[in-house]
C-alpha cells in the first residue's frame, strides 16, 4: 500500500518550454505532497510544500512564478517548470503522507522521481 | 531547528560482511527518524524508522538500527551486506517544531565488492 505514482520518469525539453510533472497517490488520499529537487550526487532539497485546496508554501530562494503546484484533489499534485531553462535541468521528487495520519512521526512515500532535461 | 549529519559520504564494503552506516541528528523536541534507501534515477524506499518506541528498530532488507539519544545518534547496519544493497541511503528527521518537514542527511553511497 501507500503508493505515489509520478509521471513522467523522464523528459526532454527546450529551453523557453513549460513541463509539468504530477504526482498522484494511487491508495490513499493525501492533504499534503511535497516536493523536492535533487541534483547529482547529492540530497534532497525541499521545494514545496503542496497543500489540497491552498496555495503552496515554497521554500526560501525558490521562485514559485517558475514552479507552480496545484493540488486540485487529495490524490493529485502537479508540478510546472515555467519557461524552463538548461540550470532547471534536475531530478525532480515528489512525497506524500497518508492523509489519516499527517503526523510529523509518519513516514513519506515517494515518488520515483523525474528526470529533468532542458536544452 | 532540526539537522541531520551523516558522517560517511562513501562506504566501500565486501558482500558478506556488514555494513554501518552512521547518522547523528540534532533536534530540539524528541524527533522521528528514518532510514530511506535510493538506487540510481529512482524515488526513495523506507527502510526503516523509529518513532519513540523501541530503540532498536528493525527494517526491511535485514537492516536495522538503533536509537542513543545520548549520542543523537541513529546508526543503521545490516550483518551481511548483499549485491542488491548498493545503493543511496539518507538517514532523515522530523520533529513537530519543524511544521511535519523532514530535514535529509548529505546521503551515504554504498558499493558492494563481490
Known amino acids: 500500500g501507500a503508493v505515489v505514482s509520478q509521471h513522467p520518469s523522464w523528459v526532454i525539453c527546450k529551453s523557453g518550454t513549460s513541463v509539468k510533472i504530477e504526482c498522484r497517490s494511487l491508495?490513499?488520499?493525501?492533504?499534503?505532497m511535497f516536493w523536492y529537487r535533487q541534483f547529482p550526487k547529492q540530497s534532497l532539497m525541499l521545494m514545496a510544500t503542496?497543500?489540497?485546496?491552498?496555495?503552496?508554501?515554497?521554500e526560501q530562494g525558490v521562485e514559485k512564478d517558475k514552479f507552480l503546484i496545484n493540488h486540485a484533489s487529495l490524490t493529485l499534485s502537479t508540478l510546472t517548470v515555467t519557461s524552463a531553462h538548461p540550470e532547471d535541468s534536475s531530478f525532480y521528487i515528489c512525497?506524500?503522507?497518508?492523509?489519516?495520519?499527517?503526523?510529523?512521526?509518519?513516514?513519506?512515500?515517494f515518488g520515483n522521481g523525474t528526470r529533468l532535461t532542458v536544452t | 531547528a532540526q539537522s541531520v549529519t551523516q558522517l560517511d559520504s562513501h562506504v566501500s564494503v565486501s558482500e558478506g560482511t556488514p555494513v554501518l552506516l552512521r547518522c547523528n541528528y540534532s533536534?530540539?523536541?524528541?524527533?522521528?527518524l528514518f532510514w530511506y534507501v535510493q538506487h540510481p534515477n529512482k524515488g526513495l524506499q523506507l527502510l526503516l524508522k523509529y518513532t519513540s518506541a523501541a530503540t532498536l528498530v528493525k527494517g526491511i532488507n535485514g537492516f536495522e538500527a538503533e536509537f542513543k539519544k545520548s549520542e543523537t545518534s541513529f546508526h543503521l547496519t545490516k550483518p551481511s551486506a548483499h549485491m542488491s544493497d548498493a545503493a543511496e541511503y539518507f538517514c532523515?528527521?522530523?520533529?513537530?517544531?519543524?511544521?511535519?518537514?523532514?530535514?535529509f542527511g548529505g546521503g551515504t553511497r554504498v558499493l558492494v565488492k563481490p
Open positions: 491508495d490513499f488520499q493525501a492533504t499534503t
Open positions: 532523515v528527521v522530523s520533529d513537530g517544531a519543524a511544521g511535519n518537514k523532514l530535514t
Open positions: 533536534s530540539s523536541y524528541s524527533p522521528s
Open positions: 503542496s497543500n489540497e485546496g491552498s496555495k503552496a508554501t515554497y
Open positions: 512525497s506524500a503522507r497518508v492523509r489519516a495520519t499527517g503526523s510529523y512521526n509518519s513516514p513519506l512515500h
